[in-house]
């Protein structure tokens, strides 16, 4: 009863000017406790809710501009789309072929993945880009050549690579095409690894199924948004299949870090610091392994039997 007298502030929704005098555009309502937010407030916070802390999904450009300096990205293979290899069309369901062409009408996307080079805080690295909003970001034979190619050209300009995840899963449109992505892009990682080189995974909200299974578990350093769901088949799925009840929050990037599968929970507002400060102790670490003792014999380089000596190995620790 007490809401029947309580007077909204006036130029609020519900104030005394009314809804309908309010641009739409004005504000938004948190889609967690329902607050209403100031949107410009909101965007300036990379939609972040003031009041719970809520993490909205972002998009490639929002992403972008979260992470990257200002005017340093550039796309590459922005041109590339997903064909339809299986003709895809089962009855009652939209044609593969149709839904690619209306995904890429509402989003103004040609496809879920996007990547290329730039600068985080004067760093040149490879950036790479999941969007759900694009077919919930499902890996398809596009999204995971683009995934590989971030790799290789990571590896090949000697850059840092990070992949921003947040995916349902392989693409169901492509069968088996869509799964083979899976290895595929873990063998670009290994490859990228083998070149010393770091690569940073950050899971979003959600990064679940082959994605999770394959290339974004794979980080040298594994972050995560607050909230984000995060796992490989859902709890209902999960407790069907081995008919145990699971704990509450399974599903969550807070559990995942508590038990150690990703190396740290970042609000949006500190990531782009986060990942350039976990780049550069990468970066470090190796350079102090390539570092040729004092006094070292100069045929160091071999074992002493003529075999070359194995590489030092890297050993770090990351703080939660």
């Not at 929050?249 to 970042?266: K, L, N, P, Y």
Request: charged share 25%; hydrophobic share 40%.
């Amino acid at each position: 009863m007490r809401s029947l007298f309580r007077r909204a502030a006036p130029g609020t929704p519900g104030g005394e000017r009314g809804d309908k005098d309010i641009p739409e555009d004005v504000w938004v309502r948190c889609p967690s406790c329902r607050e209403m937010i100031y949107s410009r407030e909101w965007e300036a916070g990379f939609k972040v809710c003031a009041k719970c802390g809520y993490h909205t999904r972002l998009g490639v450009r929002e992403r972008v501009a979260l992470l990257l300096d200002p005017d340093s990205f550039e796309e590459l293979d922005g041109g590339m789309r997903s064909g339809d290899p299986l003709r895809f069309a089962p009855e009652g369901i939209q044609p593969y072929g149709e839904k690619l062409k209306s995904q890429a009408a509402e989003t103004g996307l040609l496809e879920a993945a996007v990547y290329g080079r730039g600068g985080l805080d004067g760093l040149p690295v490879v950036l790479a880009i999941m969007d759900f909003s694009f077919i919930g970001a499902s890996m398809g034979s596009v999204v995971g050549e683009k995934i590989a190619r971030a790799a290789e050209v990571a590896r090949r300009e000697r850059r840092p690579l990070i992949i921003c995840s947040a995916s349902g899963g392989a693409r169901q449109h492509e069968g088996i095409i869509a799964l083979m992505q899976m290895a595929k892009t873990v063998a670009a990682i290994k490859a990228l690894g083998r070149a010393r080189l770091p690569y940073i995974s950050i899971m979003t909200d959600p990064t679940t199924a082959g994605v999770t299974a394959s290339f974004a578990a794979l980080g040298d350093c594994i972050l995560a948004e607050p909230g984000a769901v995060i796992g490989f088949a859902g709890p209902r799925v999960v407790e069907q299949t081995i008919r145990e009840k699971l704990p509450p929050g399974v599903d969550t990037a807070e559990f995942q870090q508590r038990h150690g599968m990703i190396d740290m929970v970042v609000p949006r507002r500190d990531l782009r610091a986060a990942t350039a400060r976990m780049i550069r102790f990468f970066q470090d670490a190796v350079a102090s392994t390539r570092e040729v003792p004092a006094g070292a014999e100069s045929g160091a380089e071999s074992g002493g039997n003529g075999r070359p000596a194995p590489e030092p190995a890297l050993a770090v620790t990351v703080a939660g």
